[in-house]
């Protein structure tokens, strides 16, 4: 497991500063197609059941739709937890030095990449839609001086704050670097940033 | 008339059973391997593993019920679920 007091590669006055997963609406969806899913076949069973269909008396069809019913639970447990596990491993951690940004596609594809707060150029986001107005979520953008594709922090909560807390920090750590580029000091980003922080951190 | 056994029935659930498991651990492994530590990352774990304990429960309940060893023919599988049907 990853910790957060040791990141990898971390520098030794190195905190993190902020947090993120994506809004919890989007595991409110999963919740949701989960139900639906399990919903089906009690549908259907009732359904066979006002039709006098009597299939679990059945010698044959009854064992068969056992072992269906117990397929399609089986199933729908597998892709709820891929999902929620892609939701768990879908990570973006601002520290007082970089943006690290862990993103997992499936099972078999994750996305793990960096980008030093020095570097960054400019920081957008973005709420479109009127759940995501209503719950206050959406996109931060995070675009570097390299030429790269630059950072998606999706869906998460209060975009507008999160913004501003990673300004902060740019302009902190840039600040620092310019005027002492060895020396970091202790409280570096900790004052400008404590009441984003408060806000925004989401273990 | 050819007779098969009930328990053929078993092998394709068996597969998904299989695949389940499968998905399972590889789920568990990516939580231990790569998520943040945090107690909600275990509760996440044992949520996983509680629903899939439940569930092979359950099944395992109801295909233990099963005579798994009775034979039938094609023409049993003709569907008449009616009421004069019921056991």
């Known amino acids: 497991m990853i910790c957060l007091d040791k990141l990898p590669n971390s520098q030794p006055q190195e905190t993190v500063q902020i947090s993120l997963r994506r809004h919890s609406i989007d595991l409110f969806r999963i919740f949701f197609f989960t139900v639906l899913m399990l919903i ?3 549908i259907i069973l009732v359904l066979m059941r006002l039709g006098d269909v009597h299939v679990l008396n059945h010698p044959i069809w009854g064992p068969a739709s056992v072992l269906v019913l117990g397929g399609y639970l089986l199933i729908i447990h597998a892709l709820t937890i891929t999902e929620i596990t892609d939701y768990w491993l879908d990570v973006w951690i601002v520290t007082n030095e970089r943006i690290i940004n862990a993103e997992q596609h499936g099972l078999f594809n994750r996305l793990v990449s960096e980008v030093h707060l020095e570097q960054v ?3 957008t986001s973005e709420t479109k ?3 995501e107005t209503f719950l206050t979520y959406g996109d931060v953008y995070v675009q570097t001086a390299a030429e790269r594709e630059r950072f998606r922090f999706k869906n998460v909560d209060n975009p507008d704050d999160v913004k501003i807390t990673i300004s902060q920090l740019v302009t902190t750590c840039k600040n620092t670097h310019n005027h002492s580029p060895r020396a970091i000091s202790p409280g570096i980003g900790a004052p400008a940033t404590s009441q984003h922080h408060d806000a925004n951190v989401k273990l | 008339m050819i007779s098969f056994s009930l328990a053929y029935l078993l092998i394709p659930f068996g597969l998904i059973f299989l695949l389940a498991l ?10 231990k391997r790569y998520a943040i530590k945090s107690p909600a990352t275990t509760m996440v774990m044992l949520a996983y593993t509680v629903s899939f304990l ?7 309940g109801y295909i233990a ?5 009775k ?3 094609l023409g049993d599988l003709v569907p008449t679920f009616q009421a004069s049907q019921r056991l």
């Open chain 1, 121 to 123: 150029q400019d920081i």
């Open chain 1, 129 to 131: 839609g009127f759940l």
């Open chain 2, 22 to 31: 499968v998905f399972f651990f590889f789920n568990i492994f990516h939580l």
């Open chain 2, 54 to 60: 439940v569930i092979v429960l359950v099944i395992g």
């Open chain 1, 40 to 42: 089906v076949p009690v």
């Open chain 2, 65 to 69: 019920t099963i005579d798994w060893q």
């Open chain 2, 71 to 73: 034979r039938f023919e």
